[in-house]
């Protein structure tokens, strides 16, 4: 096998593995690790676990996966244990590739970390040369990709002696290199003052050896044209089939290498200037003058110096104490998560039986009368509070959002109802809804967005009040407006306005309120990922949001969302079309009033029905007499022996026998494979009949039919 050159070697093994602390982490779309690895635990993240949601493991990753460009850099994140990381998540096909960087050797280590990556990612074990050394054998499609992704513009020496471009042209190469991107370059530098030009004398000089191996550039400024400065650094290569010239561009702060860049330009310049010099005189003179102003130079830089490690210093506490500030408000949300999830487990139970002796009554009850028009407002309301429980499973990330046909008045006169009762009274809310049309969304979410504009817009507002406005109407958009409104198709939309008359946002604050984690707020009043998750949401119902606002005359958002067709809601249960049946059931739940009730509507269709309260008895039931039953329905969450443990024990004496599961609890917290080795089917409660009859009929008749 080929041997890669010692200077390889060693920039990999000691530069890149001792001296520079990576991890990486690879995630589907909704975030679950595909993948990990690298030195994680010295980062202070323990071993993640495969399938797993990455915000279930690192809490600090909540809501950074909803970023829409290519790729997210988050500078300085301080984990719990008080390291100082550098987050690089990008996005491709299959999700996210995040990569975790110790910030503290970061600055330091970075040049000779990219180097060694990059000829790292050249040097492949190939066949030999007669001199030993290993010949370049990586495809140059993955080559231009790895140079790409690096952000680095990477040229190759043709026959000619002219420096051609491999692969997609980075954004900056255009407007700092135009002639690079051109294709124009050859080695023939004229300016003398030009950092690359006299890079690439001394490339060729490098090459015309033939020597397999590297040489690297000083960093350098360039200025664009909009008087930005930038910092360089170049590397020449020769793997020994080819020649290559890398260009890499590193953004952020220029800090202390801005010092270091310009100092040695000022000695560059210095150079040049007495190279050029007829007179030696002058060049004592000279010498004896720049010797002096280097001395000058580097006793105020010492002084700058101290004065920016000071300012850093700040700055870094300040960014720690925010970011304890924003851990602390995710626990403290996940804390109200769980309390939401309980209470909404216990009151499912309650509502279940609400909602089935509401419809049993209903059975006996003469349709027209005025018995059962106050009980078709008891089940009404009873469905309504089913929804609310669903919202509450959502909001505590113990359902998955359900996106269906919501009509937006809805959503708006249950919104401004909690509202009206939290704002001040001096805020006058004005309603103008002026559209009945539905759209496919969530409803927690939309209610969500609707929630989070208006308090936005009640806090810009001054202790003297003002007029918030929420509106609603129905737009179309066509083909003409399609510069307006360049990312969605032309067709039917409603449109949702906030509208209010406070403080207004600067240019500068509008450009940036969808950024995670922004905020003008006062430490501990707000996290600043409001707004970002409102666009994230608006983008997933395929939407687009707009803003303007003026500093002391207000902010205007419109959300525009695409119309769908609206859905008629069910008509009620007519007993006589219900399937039937003559099976033998086992129903197990730890609530009597559940029990009872499915005795109730099961034996009028036929069936033969044993309720029980007690796992422990039922079990125990059935192992005495495992023929006496032809389906069993269990509750998941019970005393003694859970749904869980109670089907794996009746499956172990009649693992033909159908099991249906049945839930105040989201079945998202079951793991799919687990429902589909143990149940044939499974219902949420609150129990609704037909739900009930129509599962019951389908999992016997498919294992009747087996």
């Known amino acids: 096998m080929s041997r890669l050159p010692k200077c390889i070697i060693d920039y990999w093994h000691d530069r890149l593995t001792q001296q520079s602390t990576y991890g990486y982490a690879l995630t589907d779309h909704d975030g679950h690790i ?60 299959g999700g996210h590739a995040l990569l975790f960087v110790d910030a503290c050797y970061k600055e330091r280590r970075w040049v000779e970390t990219q180097q060694a990556a990059n000829e790292a990612a050249l040097y492949r074990p190939g066949e030999d040369q007669a ?36 692969g997609q042209a980075p954004d900056w190469l255009h407007t700092i290199y135009p002639e690079i991107a051109s294709g124009r370059t050859e080695l023939n530098p004229e300016n003398h003052f030009s950092f690359l030009g006299n890079f690439v004398f001394d490339a060729k000089t490098f090459w015309e050896r033939n020597q397999v191996g590297s040489i690297r550039s ?87 110096q101290l004065e920016e490690e000071l300012v850093q210093r700040r700055q870094l506490e300040r960014e720690r104490t925010q970011m304890l500030l924003q851990l602390q408000q995710a626990q403290k949300m996940e804390a109200i998560g769980t309390l939401a999830g309980g209470i909404a487990h216990d009151f499912n139970n309650i509502l279940s039986a609400v909602v089935g002796f509401t419809e049993l009554s209903l059975f006996e009850t003469e349709k027209g009368s005025k018995m059962a028009a106050n009980l078709n407002q008891v089940l009404s309301a009873a469905l309504r509070a089913k929804e609310l429980i669903h919202q509450i499973l959502t909001f505590s ?139 994230g949401i608006v983008k997933s119902c395929k939407g687009t949001i707009s803003v303007t606002s003026q500093m002391g005359k207000g902010t205007d958002f419109r959300i525009l969302l695409p119309t769908v067709s609206r859905i008629d809601a069910p008509q009620m249960v007519d007993p006589t079309s219900l399937p039937k049946g003559t099976e033998r059931i086992l129903f197990v739940d730890d609530e009597p009033m559940q029990a009872e009730l499915a005795r109730k509507i099961l034996t009028p269709l036929g069936y033969r029905v044993t309720a029980m309260t007690d796992s422990s008895e039922a079990l125990k039931r059935f192992t005495d007499t495992p023929d006496d039953f032809d389906l069993v329905i269990t509750d998941m969450y019970m005393p003694k022996i859970t749904g869980k443990s109670l089907a794996m024990e009746i499956l172990r004496l009649r693992p033909e026998l159908p099991i249906i599961l049945c839930s105040g609890y989201s079945v998202d917290l079951v793991h799919p494979e687990f429902l589909d080795q143990y149940f044939k089917g499974h219902l949420m409660k609150p129990l609704l009949i037909r739900e009930l009859a129509e599962i019951i009929r389908k999992v016997m008749d498919r294992h009747n039919a087996t």
């Open 131 to 166: 001199d030993g050394n290993p010949t370049l054998s990586v495809p140059g499609e993955t080559l231009e990709n790895f140079f790409h992704a690096c952000n680095i513009a990477a040229l190759q020496l043709d026959a000619s002696g002219r420096l051609r471009l491999m």
């Open 397 to 535: 990330r113990q359902s998955r959002p359900e996106t269906r046909p919501v009509q937006i008045k809805e959503i708006i006169n249950e919104a401004l109802k909690l509202l009206r009762a939290t704002l001040p009274a001096s805020i006058e809310m004005v309603k103008e809804i002026q559209s009945d049309g539905h759209v496919m969304a969530d409803p927690t979410q939309l209610h969500q967005v609707v929630m989070n504009l208006c308090t936005n817009a009640s806090q810009s507002m001054p202790n003297e009040g003002g007029i918030l406005k929420i509106g609603v109407r129905n737009r179309k958009i066509d083909h003409a407006m399609a510069d307006e409104y360049p990312d969605i198709a032309a067709g039917s939309y409603v449109e949702l306005s906030v509208i209010d008359n406070g403080s207004g946002m600067s240019e500068v604050t509008l450009g940036r309120i969808f950024d995670p984690f922004f905020t003008t707020k006062e430490k501990g009043q707000g996290t600043g990922m409001g707004l970002a998750v409102v666009h």
């Open 34 to 93: 595909q993948s990990w690895g690298g030195d994680l635990q010295q980062l202070g993240i323990g071993p993640l676990a495969t399938g797993q949601k990455i915000t279930d493991q690192l809490p600090f990753m909540e809501g950074l996966l909803t970023f829409t460009e290519p790729s997210l850099y988050l500078p300085m994140v301080t984990t719990d244990n008080h390291l100082t990381l550098d987050i690089h998540i990008l996005r491709h096909e």
């Open 218 to 304: 000083g960093i350098w400024i360039e200025t664009d044209s909009k008087q930005q400065e930038h910092l360089f650094e170049a590397m020449a290569i020769n793997t020994g089939v080819s020649k290559m010239l890398l260009i890499s561009n590193e953004k952020g702060a220029i800090g202390e290498k801005q010092a270091l860049i310009q100092k040695g330009r000022d000695k560059a310049l210095g150079h040049n200037h007495l190279k050029r010099s007829e007179s030696r005189l002058k060049k004592v003179h000279d010498e004896l003058e720049l010797r002096i102003k280097d001395r000058t130079y580097e006793i105020e830089r010492a002084r700058q």
